[in-house]
């Protein structure tokens, strides 16, 4: 299928339309008319930003595809946001959060190794040429690689198109159905953030903790907070990409040196330049935050990262084409039932253990999205609690090739059986 050439291809044209469409959309929230003030209500902020440019993307106006604005958000800016926000986190007040934030993430991961198998075997009863195919086109080889990206990330994607082998039509088939019902499901998720209180009333969860924490770094800010200089600002931004620079610097020589002389490693990810970047600029982030650097937030370290974080999210919906799913119907549906098996796994043992709404959202994007989306997510809940997020997304990689190999051998038992 030919593509079709977007309207605008010119990068810095994107990139200004999407700080417009993000300038607008903060500009009608803050707004106290009536009619915004309702719609607000109603529809997140975080949302739209991820929204509209995905319809942007999807009416061809724009092409995530050909653009080179995500790598950049991915690469340069979530860095340096995850080091604005943890400059000022309270480590010990992330830990007092408890087991129940790892039990949700882990209930992800099972979630997906088994919704896989689920929804081949559900959708194939019905569809009996799902099972069909042979060597490179099966369908559950490309089904695999889903596994690999929706428990770990890329990088693990990538082992298992190694592993398993699909065509690279069928590939790019599994790429479309990948994006586009994981980023369906971060909708979702960053909708019901809003409003969190309706479902832990149904699930008789305590967020207690959650809250104590976010209100402790909010009066940690107040008692902080002062007007921001010129210099103050220049600081902010020199520690956010200075890190972030240091992060690219060692993950350059550590990715490849892990990948030629220790290949066992490649199975937790350890060879993904990606991996290491987003673990030194968190590591480095936290270990400033017992330094004088904690005192940053009172100039406006964390909302300089949630400047960064919206562009991110802006990029990452121009990734998105609604129109996608009529390529391939059929495993599209495949993905949606895959997607709803992991979601109900997850639900029912949030309701078992009583876990907040916000363990099940994070938890479920630190397997789905990893470390580009999982900090979004929890900074819709609170911008002070993005790294818990970036802390379960890393156990995403590291558990990925694993239930990802083991998901895929069972969808091969259930397309030869």
Same mark, same amino acid.
């Given at each position: ?28 929230? *803050? ?16 949302? $739209?930003?991820? &929204? ?25 800016? $979530? ?11 309270? =480590? ?21 190794? $088994? ?35 929706? =428990?770990? @990330? ?6 298992? +198109? ?32 809003? #409003? ?6 149904? &699930? ?11 209100? #402790?770094?909010?009066?940690?800010? #107040? ?25 690219? +610097? ?35 982030? !936290? ?12 100039? @406006? ?10 562009? !991110? ?29 992991? =979601?109900?796994?997850? +639900?029912?043992?949030? %309701? ?5 709404? %916000? ?6 994007? *630190? ?24 802390? $379960? ?15 895929? +051998? ?8």
């Amino acid at each position: 299928m030919e593509e079709n050439t977007p309207l605008l291809t010119n990068d810095a044209v994107v990139f200004g339309l999407l700080m417009t469409i993000l300038a607008i959309i903060f500009v009608t929230s *803050a707004s106290d008319k009536p009619f915004w003030t309702k719609f607000y209500r109603v529809v997140p902020t975080v949302l $739209l930003c991820y &929204f509209i440019p995905a319809l942007a993307n999807s009416f061809g106006l724009i092409s995530g595809e050909s653009s080179s604005l995500y790598k950049v958000a991915s690469r340069y800016l $979530l860095p340096a946001s995850l080091v604005l926000f943890t400059i000022s986190i309270d =480590i010990k007040g992330i830990l007092k959060l408890g087991p129940k934030a790892l039990t949700m993430f882990l209930a992800g991961t099972v979630g997906i190794m $088994l919704g896989g198998p689920l929804a081949l075997l559900s959708v194939g009863f019905l569809f009996p040429e799902l099972l069909g195919g042979s060597g490179p086109d099966e369908i559950w080889r490309g089904l695999s690689t889903i596994a690999g990206s929706w =428990i770990g @990330g890329g990088a693990n994607q990538t082992a298992m +198109l190694e592993v398993f082998g699909p065509s690279p039509a069928l590939f790019s088939q599994m790429i479309a159905v990948d994006v586009l019902v994981a980023n369906l499901w971060m909708a979702v998720l960053l909708y019901w953030a809003a #409003k969190p209180e309706k479902i832990d009333k149904i &699930f008789k969860a305590d967020s207690t903790k959650i809250y104590e924490l976010r209100d #402790k770094i909010e009066e940690f800010r #107040k008692g902080l907070m002062k007007i921001p200089t010129l210099s103050d600002t220049m600081i902010i931004l020199g520690v956010g990409f200075g890190v972030t620079g240091f992060a690219h +610097l060692l993950a350059d020589y550590i990715a490849p040196f892990i990948g030629d002389n220790y290949p066992g490693l490649k199975q937790f990810s350890l060879d993904s330049a990606f991996f290491w970047i987003v673990v030194i600029a968190t590591t480095a982030g !936290l270990l400033l935050s017992f330094t004088r650097a904690r005192k940053l937030e009172g100039a @406006g370290a964390s909302r300089m990262g949630s400047v960064l974080l919206y562009v !991110l999210i802006a990029t990452i919906g121009m990734q998105m084409d609604l129109g996608a799913v009529l390529d391939n119907p059929l495993l599209f549906v495949v993905g949606i039932v895959w997607m709803f098996f992991h =979601i109900i796994i997850m +639900l029912i043992v949030a %309701f078992i253990i009583k876990a907040p709404f %916000f363990y099940v959202a994070v938890g479920s994007q *630190a397997n789905v999205g990893g470390a580009a989306s999982a900090p979004i997510v929890a900074a819709a809940f609170d911008a002070s609690l993005a790294p818990v997020g970036v802390l $379960l997304a890393v156990l995403g990689y590291a558990a990925g090739t694993y239930g990802a190999y083991l998901c895929g +051998l069972m969808m091969q038992a259930i397309s030869v059986g």
